[in-house]
């Protein structure tokens, strides 16, 4: 187990119906660890527990700690003593982030979704609005980041998160190339997928039918054909231009399939080759063939359109 310390604590804060939850699912979708509404009086506890199981050693995964008028002890003055401390006797890194918002805004958002607010159970909404910005205001101006999102949507609201906490890295999406084959059905967890069935094929060739696309001899054969690297390469090309913006979205996890018929030859040689480039480029792919080990079935290997002869 590790006992490592995050160096980045981010404290998220704000009114009610201003987006904290919001903003703390993002920080957690781009790889944060993220605690809501812990008493600050366990927040030492908290730093000196072992970090949960699958965290990579030596990395330095942030924390985010919600926190707001409904948490036991919420004293403004008090917090912003704790983040003073924290900086000055351990070395943390610590952010406040407040989520800020119009009363007009709070109280339509209170009332379209007919929930009453925290602090005002038996009261009109305004109330409770009032009460808690009396009570947060010296965390807002404590803050050193602010957003109003009076005018922003929850998807907007998760872009400017994405923005301001982004980091190399943490929030890319875990990537997975694959091959497969369409004779044995199509993966669903596929994000993006492309058919390699144009290709010539090798199984009719008596030679390379027990081989896969890792031989080299199978891959100088669909190299071989005419269409293969123009095709490839423009492959290749739009993956670049689209992975970088499946991270921004905040994809976890981005699949892109290569099918041919059986998934021993076409698909299995061009994800290798999809994954070395990719790799070369600046990604991390992980490469799974998930028909390569199937037996050879002439069944299954229909002669597609335009294809060679036998």
Not at 102 to 124: C, G, I, M, N
Request: aromatic letters at 6%; one cysteine or more; charged letters at 30%.
């Amino acid at each position: 187990m590790s006992f490592e310390t995050p160096k980045t604590i981010l404290l998220v804060s704000g009114l009610s119906g201003a987006g904290k939850t919001t903003a703390l699912k993002t920080l957690e979708d781009m790889g944060w660890e993220v605690v809501d509404n812990l008493p600050l009086v366990l927040l030492d506890r908290l730093l000196d527990t072992p970090l949960p199981e699958g965290h990579d050693e030596g990395t330095d995964r942030p924390l985010a700690l919600g926190i707001d008028a409904r948490t036991r002890g919420f004293d403004a003055a008090a917090i912003a003593q704790r983040i003073k401390a924290l900086r000055s006797r351990h070395g943390h890194d610590v952010e406040t982030l407040f989520l800020d918002c119009s009363d007009a805004e709070l109280e339509r958002r209170f009332a379209e979704t007919r929930r009453r607010h925290p602090l005002a159970t038996d009261r009109p909404a305004a109330h409770g609005i009032a009460r808690e910005r009396e009570l947060t205001e010296p965390l807002r101006r404590w803050a050193n980041q602010v957003i109003d999102t009076s005018s922003l949507t929850s998807n907007a609201l998760q872009q400017e998160i994405r923005n301001r906490f982004s980091r190399d890295g943490l929030s890319d999406p875990v990537l997975t190339i694959m091959s497969f084959g369409y004779s044995r059905g199509v993966p669903l967890s596929a994000d993006l997928m492309f058919d390699m069935r144009f290709l010539r094929n090798p199984h009719w060739e008596e030679a390379l039918r027990p081989k896969t696309g890792l031989d080299p001899d199978v891959a100088a054969y669909i190299m071989d054909d005419p269409a293969y690297e123009k095709a490839v390469g423009r492959i290749e090309q739009l993956l670049t231009l689209l992975l970088p913006r499946y991270a921004e979205g905040g994809k976890s996890y981005v699949t892109v399939a290569f099918g041919c018929t059986g998934g021993r030859h076409r698909s299995v040689h061009v994800a290798e080759r999809v994954a070395r480039y990719l790799q070369d480029a600046g990604f991390s792919p992980t490469v799974s063939h998930r028909n390569m080990e199937s037996a050879p079935q002439d069944a299954l290997e229909k002669r597609e359109p335009g294809g060679p002869k036998a």
